[in-house]
């Protein structure tokens, strides 16, 4: 099978037309991505300080909504699968039902499950009162739910996987005993957090296949577009940028963005010389550099 590209987009601020989004996206297509995950941000809410001293809670919705901007892509570029994420943060069991009644009206097929993150002000993830703690909980409720309406499977279902573990973990054996148990609650594919060193990817492979993950494993990478990444990317991920890669920016700040671009075309290249079928990209809204790393590699 011919490598092929996948992308992850974030759910655009308030503000930005229908027109400007799709823009951002078109230079993708020549290259056929399979499909587009949409990335799920949780609401924010502030409190404000009434005449009378009390204080009532305002929702703070920055961005477009998930819906509607697989809506969007989905009348836009029909040939592309649009994979909305779910996350467990800020919803109960209800309402992630009924989002995904919504994703079966919509057609959608493929859904991406994530615990999701922490919100501003909270030292750990909670889970919203009658929701869902962990991302395998909610794997498990998805497939209660398809079962409820017939049995028949109505989503493929991906999760995440960290080959530096995920930051909570107190060491990558036991966060890949929690990837398999999303895998045994019934998800099919695994998404990796982004990742620098091919090498660690590698390792991480190995290590699942011999605790008995059988699904695919797709890599996903970004390219580095500035010297400040260099510290922002492992503060925001909990992510090893190698050495090589980081005394060259530093010796060369102002060529950040050539160099994080020439360091992602050599990562996709030695990854489909290794046999990858799939490369997903993280592309933060940003389509330049993505789309150069495409056409010298796909």
Not at 249 to 269: F, L, N, S, V
């Amino acid at each position: 099978m011919k490598p092929f590209p996948s992308l992850e987009i974030v759910q655009p601020m308030k503000g930005i037309t229908q027109s400007e989004l799709l823009d951002s996206i078109r230079p993708f297509m020549e290259f056929g991505p399979r499909y587009i995950n949409v990335t799920c941000h949780r609401d924010e809410y502030e409190f404000r300080e009434e005449a009378d001293g009390s204080f009532t809670r305002h929702l703070l919705r920055k961005r477009i909504s998930q819906t509607a901007v697989c809506a969007a892509v989905q009348a836009a570029f029909p040939e592309v699968e649009v994979v909305p994420h779910l996350i467990c943060g800020g919803a109960s069991a209800d309402q992630i039902e009924a989002q995904l009644q919504d994703f079966k009206f919509m057609g959608i097929r493929n859904i991406l499950v994530l615990r999701g993150d922490a919100i501003p002000g909270e030292k750990r993830f909670s889970p919203e009162p009658g929701g869902y703690a962990h991302a395998d909980e909610l794997v498990a409720a998805i497939r209660r739910f398809e079962a409820a309406g017939g049995g028949q499977r109505l989503f493929t279902l991906g999760v995440g996987g960290y080959p530096e573990k995920h930051f909570e973990s107190p060491n990558l054996e036991t966060d890949i005993q929690f990837l398999k148990q999303k895998v045994d609650a019934g998800a099919d594919q695994i998404i990796t957090q982004m990742f620098f060193d091919n090498a660690v990817f590698y390792d991480f492979v190995d290590r699942c296949r011999a605790a008995g993950i059988t699904v695919p494993i797709v890599p996903g990478i970004k390219p580095l577009s500035s010297a400040r990444q260099v510290e922002l990317l492992p503060e925001s991920f909990s992510i090893d940028i190698p050495v090589e890669l980081t005394s060259e920016i530093t010796a060369h700040p102002g060529d950040a963005y050539r160099i994080g671009q020439e360091w992602c075309k050599a990562q996709c290249r030695d990854l489909i010389a290794h046999g990858v079928e799939e490369i997903h990209f993280y592309t933060m809204g940003r389509s330049e550099n993505v789309v150069s790393i495409l056409q010298d590699c796909f």
